[in-house]
Nanobody, 115 residues
Framework: QVQLVESGGGLVQAGGSLRLSCAASVRIFSINAMGWYRQPPGKQRELVAQFISGSSINYADSVKGRFTISGDNAKNTVYLQMNSLKSEDTAVYYC?????????WGQGTQVTVSS
């Protein structure tokens, strides 16, 4: 199972930016799928952005054009750059990985966008 450690959450004003980081315990190019989910208050967890097999990328419609997922193989880290943040982006953000048939989650990091 992959160990995932997130960082970078916090409080930001609407229109601002944040970058989340997720450090993995294995080489990220060996992970089948890796990305970010979020869970807004009182709602279900939802996909935000995800690498599939290290090549294709999926984004939720609500974040397209504002969020960018990227990876650094040397640091075994995946990033989520979040720009033009909105109050509806407020959520706990979780890093997720699917590796060798097992799914792993990070501990979550809170992102709060004030309007």
């Amino acid at each position: 199972q992959v160990q995932l450690v997130e960082s970078g959450g916090g409080l930001v004003q609407a229109g601002g930016s944040l970058r989340l980081s997720c450090a993995a315990s294995v080489r990220i190019f060996s992970i089948n799928a890796m990305g970010w989910y979020r869970q807004p208050p009182g709602k279900q967890r939802e996909l935000v952005a995800q690498f599939i097999s290290g090549s294709s990328i999926n984004y939720a419609d609500s974040v397209k054009g504002r969020f960018t997922i990227s990876g650094d193989n040397a640091k075994n880290t995946v990033y989520l750059q979040m720009n033009s943040l909105k109050s509806e982006d407020t959520a706990v953000y979780y890093c997720n990985a699917y590796y060798r048939g097992m799914e792993s989650w990070g501990q979550g990091t809170q992102v709060t966008v004030s309007s």
